[in-house]
């Protein structure tokens, strides 16, 4: 007798196979069943009576392959696919407080020996999510020098500070020529005697006489300014006679800063 070949045919999926492989696959990706479904189903074997059931994760969207016997609802065997991660947020970078902003301000001027006025802010990094740090950019505003300041943005302490670019070159100081002695009837001295003496007159009352020493010298103060300074004494109605001594800085033309001393 022949033997009678049976192919396999499209049956309906029994709930009883849809439960088995449901359970079977949540248990497989540790998932509520819940999150399962199933969307399509094999031929039945007629022969073996098995059964290939497709399902998917609705929530992450990873599939599965469940081979069961639909006699007994008997799950044979699952096969799961990778598990595709969606793609993780970015999160959004967070701003540095003002505090942290101040702090790196402080520390930066420190280490230029500048004030804080004279440092702006340019730009600032982004700040690790992880701890905390960012990177704050600065410029000093007089001489261009600038600077990189990493901060705890969480306790707003300054970890380092790095000068980015050199302090420039400072102009140097014309070097001091000295003093020599004012010469006799200078007439920037005698100006500076006239001040000084309207000074006195005008702090004192009853002045009868004025004298300067004749050993008054010039010297040198900074680029286009000189120094005349000296001595002498003065007297009252008491006769009593007071010393003083006196400084007229000369600036341009004959601007003088006459200061005297008891």
């Known amino acids: 007798m022949a033997a009678i070949a049976h192919s396999a045919t499209a049956q309906p999926i029994p709930a009883a196979s849809v439960n088995a492989c449901t359970q079977r696959v949540a248990e497989e990706m540790v998932v509520a069943t819940r999150d399962i479904e199933l969307t399509s189903?094999?031929?039945?074997?007629?022969?073996?009576?098995?059964?290939?059931?497709?399902?998917?994760?609705?929530?992450?969207?990873?599939?599965?392959?469940?081979?069961?016997?639909t006699i007994d609802a008997y799950v044979l065997s699952v096969t799961v696919s990778p598990q595709v991660r969606p793609p993780q947020p970015v999160p959004p970078i967070a701003p540095i407080s003002e505090a942290s902003n101040r702090a790196c301000l402080q520390r930066t001027a420190e280490e230029m020996v500048v004030a804080?006025?004279?440092?702006?802010?340019?730009?600032?990094?982004?700040?690790?999510?992880?701890?905390?740090?960012?990177?704050?950019?600065?410029?000093?505003?007089?001489?261009?020098?600038?600077?990189?300041?990493?901060?705890?943005?969480?306790?707003?302490?300054?970890?380092?500070?790095t000068i980015t670019s050199p302090r420039p070159p400072q102009p140097q100081p014309v070097?001091?020529?000295?003093?020599?002695?004012?010469?006799?009837?200078?007439?920037?001295?005698?100006?500076?005697?006239?001040?000084?003496?309207?000074?006195?007159?005008?702090?004192?009352?009853?002045?009868?006489?004025?004298?300067?020493?004749?050993?008054?010298?010039?010297y040198f103060v900074a680029n286009g300014v000189d120094s005349i300074r000296g001595g002498g004494q003065f007297s009252q109605r008491s006769k009593m006679a007071h010393r003083f001594n006196y400084n007229c800085n000369i600036v341009s033309v004959f601007n003088f800063s006459p200061s005297t001393g008891g």
């Not at 929530?59 to 599965?64: I, L, M, V, W, Y």
């Not at 990177?135 to 990189?148: I, K, S």
């Open 41 to 69: 189903g094999g031929p039945v074997d007629a022969l073996k009576g098995t059964q290939t059931l497709f399902l998917r994760n609705r929530t992450t969207g990873q599939t599965a392959e469940c081979r069961v016997n």
């Open 116 to 161: 804080t006025r004279d440092l702006d802010v340019t730009g600032v990094g982004s700040v690790n999510a992880a701890n905390g740090v960012g990177t704050v950019f600065l410029r000093n505003r007089v001489t261009g020098q600038t600077a990189e300041c990493r901060v705890n943005t969480i306790t707003n302490t300054v970890l380092s500070v």
């Open 175 to 218: 070097p001091p020529t000295g003093s020599r002695p004012v010469p006799p009837n200078d007439p920037t001295a005698r100006r500076c005697e006239n001040v000084v003496s309207n000074k006195i007159r005008g702090s004192f009352g009853g002045v009868q006489t004025i004298s300067f020493q004749p050993n008054a010298r010039r």
